[in-house]
């Protein structure tokens, strides 16, 4: 039985790259500060590190489903670009 190695990479980002990192950051922690004002969402599992994964999207969609029609315009305003944010996010290098 082989011991498993892990190894850690790290890339250096360009200025241009980390300027799109830190806008597609600040982006995410508006909209999970804007979703945890709802008292709709459990909040416990919104944070910024969850924001930039897809299931980000599901746990937000899968607790609003159910009291979408109660939702405030503002939330739903955040929550609807949030596949094409996640899209975003998924296609940066």
Request: glycine share 2%; with cysteine; aromatic share 6%.
């Amino acid at each position: 039985m082989h011991a498993v190695q892990l190894v850690e990479m790290w890339l250096h980002l360009s200025p241009p790259m980390s300027a799109i990192y830190d806008a597609i950051s600040d982006l995410m922690d508006s909209c999970v500060k804007e979703l945890r004002k709802s008292n709709k969402i459990d909040t416990s599992e919104l944070t910024l590190e969850h924001g930039l994964f897809k299931s980000f999207d599901d746990i937000v969609r899968r607790q609003l489903d159910s009291v979408w029609h109660t939702v405030s315009p503002k939330t739903k305003q955040v929550c609807l670009p949030a596949p094409m944010q996640a899209f975003i996010v998924s296609s940066s290098p």
